[in-house]
């Protein structure tokens, strides 16, 4: 299983639109779109949770692609670093 990092989604996303946009490249696990507290409005970013092989061909069919105007970015998703830096 890998997650996916997805940003420059319009404000305008739903979860339907980006579960249908990913479903094309296979079974999408977990969707979760950052939204805004008070309108409720999508923040331009969201993980996307799909299987390895799968996640690779969204990466590739889907970094640089047109989303209802804009373009998104599709990456794996490194996650939090856990470490406090150097001391």
Known sequence: MLTLFVRGLPPSTTDAGLSELFGAY???F????????FT????G?????????EARAAISGLDGHD?????????LD???RTGR???
């Open 45 to 53: 970013i969201a993980t996307v949770d799909m299987e390895g092989h």
């Open 26 to 28: 296979g079974k999408v």
């Open 30 to 37: 977990d969707l979760k779109v950052s939204r805004d507290l």
């Open 67 to 75: 989303f209802e105007g804009k373009t998104i970015y599709v990456a």
């Open 78 to 80: 490194k996650g939090r």
């Open 40 to 43: 409720g409005q999508a923040r």
């Open 85 to 87: 830096g150097r001391r």
